[in-house]
C-alpha cells in the first residue's frame, strides 16, 4: 500500500516514537521523519543531538527531532 501512495506522488511521513519492528519496516520508504528524542537516540545509537540530525539527514529528505520541553530540532 505504501509504494501504491508513493507511485501516486504521495510523500510518506512517519512519526516514530520507538524502534519497533513495524517501524523499521516503514524507514525505507519515508519521505519525512518526525521522531521521538527516544527513537532518534536508539536509532543511531548517538547521544549528542547534532550527530543524531547528521546521520538521519544523511538517510531522510526531511526530518524533525522532537525533544519534549526541550522543543524540537
Known amino acids: 500500500m505504501i509504494m501504491d ?3 501516486q506522488g504521495s510523500q510518506i511521513i512517519l512519526d ?3 524502534v519497533n ?4 519496516t516503514i524507514l525505507a520508504h ?5 521522531a ?5 537516540f536508539n536509532y543511531t545509537n548517538h547521544h549528542n543531538i547534532d550527530q543524531v ?3 538521519l539527514q544523511q ?4 526530518v524533525i527531532v ?3 520541553e526541550e522543543g524540537a530540532k
Not at 519492528?21 to 523499521?24: D, E, L
Not at 538517510?59 to 526531511?62: A, D, I, L, W, Y
Open 5 to 7: 501512495l508513493k507511485k
Open 16 to 18: 516514530a516514537g520507538s
Open 21 to 24: 519492528p513495524g517501524v523499521m
Open 30 to 34: 519515508v519521505d519525512i521523519l518526525i
Open 36 to 40: 521521538s528524542k527516544k527513537f532518534a
Open 53 to 55: 540530525m547528521d546521520q
Open 59 to 62: 538517510s531522510f529528505p526531511k
Open 66 to 68: 522532537t525533544l519534549g
